[in-house]
């Protein structure tokens, strides 16, 4: 070594005092520290044990494990600052770049061995939790620093199917339980200690006594994939011993849940409104069952009234009920909040009670107790009021019995007749004409309705024309109306006249005999036998006018 550092010596140029004063080209590039820094003045090599240089000062300063570092190990030349600052310029990427190009994600200067800690808690899609905060990288990650980082699976199963395949209490495997371990197994810290959420993952929440029991109580032999969750299937020895009432000779629907909970098989409750077609109401409520349930027959129990209180119908007096015949439907008076103060609604009857009926005692009209078939015309109960009326007699007048023509439920007097409903309405005139005025004596049933029984004076005193003389009929109605016996108009349909301005005197000539009648005023010999020549029979006078000219 010393003869290569003399060889170096001799073969150095020497500088010549033509050459002092000439500045020496450093081989470090630009370098600004002075020489002897790191030189000696025996030669350029070797340099000072411990160089004045602090490399703290510069770009990158040395920490850890980079502090024991030779110098010529990262600067392979003399030009130090021709140096890379990456981790990779140095250092080979074992990994193959699965886990990127920058190693202080993971490693640090004080050594190549990863913590938890040193890369982030491992926070990215998998962090690490519990007991995997403590397990080495290559646990997971096989084959130690060149083994797979990316893409590795997260699943559960992925790392922990050994101990899935090994679990006995109970059998993971035989059970077909999933792999999807986090459904039971939820703390990081340890396998053991696994709970099952019953409700989420089967649809059966686990409630009451439920909750308590252990899993092989009901999963008899391991067995977890489609065990019933109807009652039946565990408590079917409940039902078959239960006595109070006997489940199996009441034949009991077997869905349990209608009446029991999941606290406790005893202090059922059966909901009698939700589950029957018989709603508990009133005193009905309060009814020990087996009043009802005879010899604990529960199913086809009757819902009728009568089945349960046929003694106290039998027994009631006020009124009898089984001699006045009422229905054993006692649901028509009666309520279920007690069987006295029953209300009888009449409005659902044939005859609804209005006006003064409605105030009258039942036995007003039930004076014999029948309730059953009495009659509803007005004259069963008010007979007495239709002989004893004498403004008019009702007897004597032949009144009908339908006493409703005229009264109402209000009160029998005062009444109202509508004529308009009989075969004589009444019009004009004779709407404020006294009932006396025609019903004369009291005549109701038998009065005529023709208007001369009534108008003959009026007829035979009428002059203009004289009705009797000139022979009028006596249907009145022909030329009069109801309005007033004046101002009578008549009909000449039954013979056309030819002439609208005829007066009734140009025809009728003799005024006090309106039978009488001359065409040939009018109808001259002149003007009618040139019109008539030819004509067989043929002779100008009225009559023979007559029987041809009728219309």
Same mark, same amino acid.
């Given at each position: 070594m010393y003869s290569l550092w003399a060889l170096f010596l001799l073969s150095a140029p020497v500088s010549s005092p033509m050459d002092q004063g000439k500045t020496t080209r450093s081989p470090h590039g630009p370098l600004n520290i002075q020489c002897q820094n790191c030189h000696t003045f025996s030669g350029w090599k070797?340099?000072?044990?411990?160089p004045e240089f602090d490399h703290n000062k510069t770009r990158y300063p040395l920490r850890g494990m980079h502090k024991n570092v030779a110098c010529t190990q990262c600067h392979l030349n003399l030009v130090f600052s021709n140096v890379g600052h990456n981790c990779a310029d140095c250092h080979a990427d074992i990994h193959r770049g699965q886990m990127g190009a920058r190693c202080e994600q993971c490693h640090t200067v004080n050594g190549w061995t990863v913590s938890i800690k040193s890369i982030n808690e491992h926070q990215n899609r998998f962090p690490l939790?519990?007991?995997?905060?403590?397990?080495? /990288?290559?646990? /997971?990650?096989?084959?130690?620093?060149?083994?797979q980082f990316k893409g590795l699976s997260t699943n559960c199963i992925t790392c922990h199917s050994t101990a899935f395949m090994n679990t006995r209490s109970p059998n993971h495997q035989a059970s077909g339980f999933s792999t999807d371990c986090q459904q039971c197994h939820r703390s990081f810290d340890t396998w053991l200690g696994a709970s099952f959420d019953h409700g989420k993952l089967t649809g059966f929440p686990l409630t009451g006594a439920h909750a308590t029991l252990e899993c092989a109580a009901c999963h008899i032999g391991n067995r977890f994939q489609g065990t019933p969750t109807n009652c039946i299937n565990c408590?079917?020895?409940?039902?078959?011993?239960?006595?109070?009432?006997?489940?199996?000779?009441?034949?009991?629907?077997?869905?349990?849940?209608?009446?029991?909970?999941?606290?406790?098989?005893?202090?059922?409750?059966?909901?009698?409104?939700?589950?029957?077609?018989?709603?508990?109401?009133?005193?009905?409520?309060s009814v020990a069952c087996s009043q009802c349930h005879i010899n604990g027959?529960?199913?086809?129990?009757p819902k009728d009234c009568g089945s349960?209180?046929?003694?106290?119908?039998?027994?009631?007096t006020n009124p009898n009920h089984k001699t006045a015949g009422f229905p054993t439907d006692c649901s028509i008076c009666h309520s279920t909040a007690s069987w006295a103060g029953a209300v009888f609604d009449h409005s659902k009857t044939a005859f609804p009670l209005t006006g003064a009926h409605f105030t009258v005692s039942c036995t007003g009209c039930h004076s014999s107790g029948?309730?059953?078939?009495?009659?509803?015309?007005?004259?069963?109960?008010?007979?007495?009021?239709?002989?004893?009326?004498?403004?008019?007699?009702?007897?004597?007048?032949?009144?009908?019995?339908?006493?409703?023509?005229?009264?109402?439920?209000?009160?029998?007097?005062?009444?109202?007749?509508?004529?308009?409903?009989?075969?004589?309405?009444?019009?004009?005139?004779?709407?404020?004409?006294?009932?006396?005025?025609c019903h004369v004596n009291g005549n109701f049933a038998t009065t005529p309705t023709d208007c001369y029984s009534c108008h003959k004076s009026d007829y035979q005193g009428t002059t203009n024309p004289n009705h009797i003389a000139a022979g009028f009929a006596t249907t009145c109605q022909t030329c009069h109306t109801t309005a007033g016996w004046t101002g009578a108009t008549f009909n000449h349909t039954w013979f056309r006249l030819p002439h609208q301005n005829a007066q009734c005197t140009d025809c009728h000539t003799n005024t006090s005999d309106y039978t009488v009648f001359v065409c040939t005023n009018c109808h001259t010999q002149a003007l009618t036998d040139p019109k008539h020549t030819g004509v067989r029979g043929y002779v100008w006078n009225s009559a023979n006018c007559y029987s041809c000219h009728k219309s």
């Open positions: 070797p340099i000072r044990n411990v939790l519990g007991a995997h905060a403590t397990v080495e /990288c290559d646990a /997971c990650h096989k084959g130690a620093a060149n083994g408590h079917q020895t409940d039902f078959n011993n239960a006595k109070d009432p006997n489940h199996v000779a009441s034949g009991f629907p077997q869905t349990c849940a209608q009446c029991h909970s999941t606290t406790s098989w005893l202090n059922a409750k059966f909901d009698h409104n939700s589950m029957t077609s018989f709603p508990l109401t009133g005193a009905h409520v027959v529960y199913a086809g129990t349960c209180h046929i003694a106290t119908y039998n027994q009631t029948v309730f059953v078939g009495l009659s509803t015309a007005c004259a069963s109960c008010h007979i007495k009021d239709f002989n004893g009326t004498t403004n008019p007699n009702h007897v004597a007048g032949g009144f009908s019995q339908t006493c409703e023509v005229c009264h109402n439920t209000t009160a029998w007097i005062p009444s109202t007749f509508d004529h308009s409903k009989t075969v004589f309405p009444l019009t004009g005139k004779h709407v404020g004409v006294a009932c006396s005025s």
